[in-house]
């Protein structure tokens, strides 16, 4: 069975300074991707960053990067230069790549971010 | 650029009563998604349908029915509300079920049920 842990419920960070949240998983998948969300307290979830199983190097967009250890099973969201916008709410999710799978994501149950003045 | 829309964004329900919750994409996705959100529990799967004419269950399908109408709809169904299904409600949607693509989200559906 797939499962995401996020074992940080929240987080504070001085505005500017960077920031790690952590993600470890399991899955007996060969293949798999995984992902970031942003849900800030209007609600919405917000697509980050990606990060294949089989990608050669850690994904980045913009401040936003992966700590990706495939042999520790860990895909820690590394966000730079915090912002006072970053106060939210981050998922890690999961999607397996193997045959049967039919694209539904586990998610983690989130770490909240607070970004301080 | 909708993307995907959920209607309601709000909703009561008493104990009991049924409703339906619709979601509509326009980005001619093939895989459809239903979640609930619950306080410390992330996003748990209700159902999905990985394309048009499919459906399967997810890891809490149960006092749910889905239908895929078509491409672009593909709604939830509460026959008998229950306290319990207190929570927000998310419909997803992705190109395809594999791949590199995230799932875009609706902005949610918040269902009460006293």
């Known amino acids: 069975a797939q499962k995401i842990t996020q074992t940080q419920p929240g987080m504070f960070v001085q505005e500017k ?3 790690t949240l952590d993600c470890t998983y399991d899955t007996s998948d060969p293949s798999y991707g995984l992902f970031w969300y942003k ?35 860990s895909a820690n969201l590394v966000i730079s230069a915090s912002q006072l916008g970053d106060s939210a709410m981050y998922f890690c999710a999961m999607r397996g790549h193997g045959s049967g799978n039919t694209g539904k994501l586990i998610f983690g149950q989130g770490t909240t971010l607070q970004v301080k003045p | 650029n909708a ?19 619709q979601c509509a994409q326009d980005m001619n996705h093939n895989s459809m998604y239903w979640y609930r959100q619950d306080p410390g529990m992330g996003l748990r799967l209700i159902y999905y349908s990985a394309s048009e004419g499919t459906t399967d269950k997810g890891e809490v399908p149960n006092g749910y029915n889905v239908s895929r109408l078509n491409k ?15 929570s927000v ?26």
């Not at chain 1, 980050?48 to 980045?60: F, K, P, V």
């Not at chain 2, 672009?72 to 207190?86: G, I, K």
């Open chain 1, 17 to 19: 300074e960077a920031v």
């Open chain 1, 39 to 73: 849900q800030p307290s209007s609600g919405e979830m917000i697509f980050l960053i990606y990060q294949g199983s089989y990608d050669q190097q850690n994904a980045t967009e913009g401040r936003y990067s992966l700590n990706f250890q495939k042999a520790r099973k």
């Open chain 2, 3 to 21: 993307g995907v829309t959920q209607t309601p964004k709000f909703q009561v329900l008493k104990t009991g009563q049924s409703m339906t919750l």
């Open chain 2, 72 to 86: 672009r709809e593909f709604s939830l169904r509460l026959e008998s509300a229950a306290p319990s299904q207190t």
């Open chain 2, 89 to 114: 409600y998310f419909c997803a949607s992705s190109e395809y079920g594999t791949g590199r693509q995230p799932q875009h989200f609706g902005d949610g559906t918040r269902l009460s049920i006293l």
